[in-house]
């Protein structure tokens, strides 16, 4: 219902400042409405939303032919001018029925009159896939006229020259040359997209030396210049390739070329279930909401429906969250998640009241967010994400961290993942339209190969340059600045990378350090991120209010040793499984206690000390 709530909201504000959204035709004619005379001009460099209507039609003519439509999907719009974004509702749309497409930004392109390019999808009832068309070329055109402030709106005029958006690669400008694709799962296996085939995100496409990552929707793109370049996908034992050719081979002799549909599908060799769950948040402030955005990722190649569960200090009071929980109590928050396929995610945004009381300031917190399937998960160390912050009152909005920060002999020698988080805030007085993050892997412990991408506040593009340095670019971002809205001006990245162990010795450290980069603004360099190593440790210390808890070894066989500085007569420890239940309890006898840990299951568990200051 929340969520409902919600929609309808947003709607609201669009339907209030501008036209409506027609979501049953009512007597309209078939295609755009309104009509492009009567689509109000946009004002350059000030936030913006234009809505359009489409009314599909029953039938279509190709080359003299008029077949019956199925359904339309909007696919793409090329040719919008910088700085603006779109979405739309009721996408795909059957005959006699109506979509809405929702325009909205802030322009920074040059005025004039914007021909755009809609490309749909269309399914007819005569061929058994759907073909790629332009909505323009069957006589649907659209036009977008952009003024400057306190500037009247120019006439629409059809035979008027349009304007080349200097930020679509459909439109090149002759300095580059560019290339784009999809990997696709092509579950029918013959060989094209269709609609039974969605797009696998973070798979990984050769172009010459470049790695580039498929997005969240399996495209991929770059821009190349003249030469050869050979495009190849990953290799993976858990995938074949069902389209041809396997490769495609890019000779550009000159500039401005566009290379696009080097799409690659893919069918499962192996099935197999890995879930991966990563947590974010805002920085803890006394006085003010904290935000957690928690993502759950399939790795896997089958489908799963796990439970997502959220632990968190019961300093927070939940407030809201986008997905309302299955089950909510003081420190607890559980999600029924819908079924995810394969590469899909699916996001948890909560927020928690105002934090109350100055004696927080300086107090470690922790939250915890895992994951937990009837699927036999191959790899459980990833179903677990932990956060740690201090209570600040100043901080520096840009940084990056590594989890964990100390690693263990055992998380050395097993050859695990670090997860690294990076986050950045617009603290500017503008908007950020672009944003690119540069981090330069040169860690002779870190293995780049092993990269996996878990998540990101923003849409982006991530490729891997000159063998070890990973560039995230958020083109398009509109990130407001914190004067103007401080809880959107924040954003963040996660991404994870596996420790060498050869070479690595008790007490080395592994550091690394990110640029970020607002719009043409001098790069901002993060702080080092350091995690070192230590052999004597096992789970890391905890710490709240001078009292400190360390507990090791982790992984633990037959033995759980605790050591508590301010042990208190009554406290006990408590172990939990992934469930949330309760599965050993045991009185601490003093500052350091041994615990039996032989007869309890292989897995992962959660624990919590009890009666202790």
């Not at 234009?50 to 999907?73: D, E, K, R």
């Not at 896939?129 to 709106?153: A, I, M, T, W």
């Not at 858990?238 to 000779?251: C, D, G, H």
């Not at 052999?535 to 709240?544: H, P």
Request: proline fraction near 6%; glycine fraction near 6%.
């Amino acid at each position: 219902m929340k969520k409902g709530i919600l929609l309808f909201s947003i709607l609201f504000a669009y339907v209030a400042a501008y036209s409506q959204c027609y979501l049953a035709p009512n007597g309209l004619p078939e295609g755009f409405y309104p009509p492009n005379d009567s689509i109000p001009c946009i004002v350059r460099a000030l936030p913006s939303s234009t809505i359009l209507t489409f009314n599909c039609p029953s039938s279509i003519t190709l080359s003299g032919v008029t077949l019956p439509v199925q359904y339309i999907i909007f696919d793409s719009i090329i040719n919008m001018p910088c700085g603006l974004s779109w979405n739309t509702l009721n996408n795909p749309v059957a005959p006699n029925e109506a979509a809405c497409i929702y325009f909205h930004g802030n322009i920074i392109d040059t005025i004039g009159q914007y021909k755009l390019k809609l490309r749909a999808r269309v399914r007819f009832a005569a061929f058994s896939s759907e073909l790629l068309l332009d909505l323009d070329d069957l006589g649907h055109p659209v036009y977008l006229r952009v003024k400057e402030n306190f500037q009247p709106c120019q006439p629409f005029n059809a035979s008027n020259p349009s304007r080349l958006s200097a930020c679509y690669p459909s439109h090149t400008n002759g300095n580059t040359n560019i290339v784009s694709g999809k990997v696709y799962l092509d579950k029918n296996q013959n060989g094209i997209f269709d609609s039974l085939d969605f797009g696998i995100s973070q798979y990984k496409i050769r172009i010459g030396n470049t790695q580039v990552f498929t997005e969240r929707q399996g495209n991929y793109q770059l821009a190349l210049p003249v030469g050869s370049f050979l495009i190849v996908p990953d290799s993976s034992a858990a995938f074949s390739l069902t389209s041809s050719p396997n490769q495609y081979l890019i000779n550009n002799v000159t500039l401005g070329n566009l290379n696009s549909g080097l799409d690659f599908g893919l069918s499962v060799n192996q099935h197999t279930s890995d879930i991966i769950v990563s947590s974010a948040s805002s920085l803890f402030r006394v006085g003010q909401p904290s935000n957690f955005t928690i993502s759950v990722i399939n790795f896997g190649t089958t489908p799963v429906a796990p439970t997502l569960y959220f632990y968190h200090d019961t300093i927070f009071q939940y407030d809201t969250s986008n997905v309302l929980p299955t089950a909510q109590s003081p420190g607890q928050i559980i999600w029924n998640v819908d079924t995810l396929q394969l590469g899909q995610t699916a996001f948890y945004h909560v927020t928690m009241a105002p934090l109350n009381g100055l004696s927080l300031m300086g107090s470690q917190v922790s939250t915890t967010a895992f994951v937990e399937s009837t699927a036999n998960d191959i790899d459980l160390s990833n179903d677990t994400s932990i956060i740690t912050e201090t209570i600040l009152a100043a901080y520096d909005p840009n940084d990056k961290t590594a989890y964990p920060d100390v690693l263990s002999q055992e998380f050395v020698d097993g050859n695990k993942y670090i997860v690294y988080r990076i986050r950045f805030q617009n603290t500017g007085n503008d908007t950020a339209f672009n944003i690119t993050v540069r981090d330069t892997i040169n860690s002779p412990f870190l293995d780049i190969n092993s990269i996996q991408l878990l998540s990101a506040s923003h849409d982006y593009k991530f490729r891997i340059e000159d063998g070890n340095i990973g560039i995230w670019e958020f083109p398009n971002i509109l990130l407001p600045d914190s004067n103007v809205n401080e809880p959107g001006s924040h954003g963040y990245i996660f991404f994870r990378i596996r420790v060498k162990n050869a070479g690595v010795s008790n007490g080395t450290e592994i550091i690394n350090q990110v640029g970020i980069y607002f719009d043409s603004n001098p790069v901002i360099m993060t702080d080092p991120s350091i995690a070192k190593v230590d052999f004597g440790i096992g789970i890391r210390n905890i710490s709240y209010n001078n009292s400190s808890i360390h507990i090791y070894p982790n992984p633990a066989q037959n033995r759980l040793v605790i050591n508590h500085n301010q042990w208190q007569q009554g406290a006990s420890i408590v172990l939990y499984d992934l469930s949330g239940k309760a599965i050993l309890t045991q009185p601490l006898d003093g500052k350091t206690t041994e615990i039996s840990t032989a007869n309890l299951p292989n897995g992962m568990y959660l624990y919590q000390v009890l009666g202790a200051s």
